[in-house]
């Protein structure tokens, strides 16, 4: 049999009882990094339907929602419930440099991956530089 001691885990189930919110926020852990002209957000969604998943961009602001339903205890003694459930946000603000327009998300394995490529207009670009020793076009008139 598991064994574990927790000396919240009865208070955390009668806040949950009487509030009807978990005592412990639920976790959405995040990795974010840039690769080239691609930002990449992943985020830890393991047991969530993808149904429930919902993301929206409004502004430069990204909005992830999602749902894990929680442990149906009807005559079940339960011994050990730490997989957060129930409503999960999180919220990215994206920089100016980030085309949120053309914004690809998948779930795979429980992750959430978000592909954000990089404005075109925020590119480094080259600029061409004219020499000053060119000779000057003649301006007849």
């Known amino acids: 049999m598991l064994m574990r001691t927790d000396p919240f885990r009865e208070l955390d ?15 959405m852990p995040l990795d974010a990094f840039r690769d080239g002209d691609t930002f990449y957000a992943l985020f830890d969604l393991p047991g969530v339907d993808p149904e429930s998943i919902d993301v929206t961009v409004e502004r430069n602001v990204l909005t992830v929602h999602a749902q894990r339903p ?18 999960f946000t999180r919220q ?43 000779k ?3 301006i007849k008139g």
């Open 13 to 27: 189930r009668l806040t949950e009882q009487f509030f009807g919110t978990p005592a412990r926020p639920a976790a």
């Open 70 to 87: 929680r442990l149906k205890s009807d005559g079940v003694d339960i011994v050990v419930t730490e997989r957060p459930a129930g409503t």
């Open 92 to 134: 990215l603000f994206l920089g100016e440099t980030l085309d949120a327009d053309r914004l690809e998300a998948r779930y795979e394995n429980g992750v959430l991956s978000l592909r954000i490529p990089v404005a075109e207009q925020a590119k480094p670009r080259r600029i061409e530089i004219t020499s000053g020793s060119s």
């Open 136 to 138: 000057p076009r003649e």
